[in-house]
């Protein structure tokens, strides 16, 4: 991964949240902070301190008040426009990267529900010859996702559209349809921990059982891959049967692997047309 300097909240995976302000505000790293711990603050960088952790207080995500986060190995910025990258989502890029390692140059992908761009921008960075499309049906969404594009100097066809109801989709068939769809049920929203209600409902909320996006895209993706082409999906806590079995009934895909995540979770189902 790129090792760039950045001042952001997973720079470190020991740093406090506490230093990670510090070391935002100050320009400086961790070692820096410290040999530094006897300096005055001024009037201005008091204030940024105090800003900071009032909105911190109050639940809001740091990754927000920062407007910056860091996602395999590359700085994005966020905004509460779209869900913060996670690090579990890490593992869907990794599988995708394996799925098309030795495949002719060029190959297609299509990002579904690209939120920041997190998943499309680390695919371009590391597939330079890649065509990439990434849509969403967020406007304000795109605009980070275009914002984190350039950042990068990537190309990336973004488009924005409800799932596959673009017309220039119709047109064209992906070698890869990747995404990490809303999957949390209705009814469980209410009750997460409070940083989540500040990240947009639409990347969250999947319906009454929270597989509602996983039947539009094991029923509609299809039409928008070559033949034996690859559907990969992150998956929620304790979804792999639900989904497993939306994808039986189907008749549309075969299901190629299962990959779990840090914690032991099954995270990230491979499924082939």
Do not use: W
């Not at 510090?22 to 820096?32: A, M, V």
């Not at 530094?36 to 960088?45: A, E, I, Q």
């Not at 952790?53 to 426009?81: A, N, S």
């Amino acid at each position: 991964r790129e090792n760039k300097r950045s001042f952001t909240v997973i720079k470190d995976a020991e740093m406090t949240e506490v230093e990670v302000v510090f070391t935002q505000l100050l320009e400086c790293d961790r070692q820096e902070l410290y040999a530094r711990r006897n300096m005055r603050l001024g009037k201005d960088t008091s204030l940024a301190v105090a800003g900071m952790f009032k909105r911190r207080i109050t639940g809001e995500p740091l990754e927000y008040i920062l407007g910056e986060t860091e996602f395999m190995g590359f700085m994005l910025k966020v905004t509460p426009d779209v869900l913060i990258p996670r690090q579990e989502t890490e593992i869907l890029v990794e599988t995708a990267l394996r799925l098309v390692s030795g495949v002719k140059p060029g190959v297609k992908i299509l990002d579904v529900g690209t939120g920041s761009g997190c998943i499309a921008v680390s695919l371009a960075k590391f597939l330079p010859d890649a065509q990439i499309t990434a849509l969403d049906i967020s406007e304000d969404a795109l605009n980070v996702a275009r914002a984190n594009a350039r950042l990068h100097e990537v190309k990336i066809n973004f488009l924005q559209s409800d799932l596959f109801s673009h017309d220039a989709l119709r047109t064209t068939q992906f070698d890869v349809i990747i995404s990490n769809p809303p999957y949390i049920p209705t009814g469980d929203i209410a009750s997460l921990q409070r940083e989540i209600h500040y990240e947009p409902r639409i990347a969250l909320d999947a319906g009454k059982d929270g597989l509602d996006f996983y039947r539009c895209l094991i029923n509609q993706s299809p039409d928008s891959l070559i033949s034996s082409g690859f559907l990969v999906m992150e998956l929620g806590f304790g979804q792999k049967e639900a989904v497993k079995n939306l994808i039986q009934k189907s008749g549309n895909f075969e299901i190629i692997d299962t990959i779990k995540d840090y914690g032991g979770i099954e995270r990230v189902m491979v499924c082939r047309k």
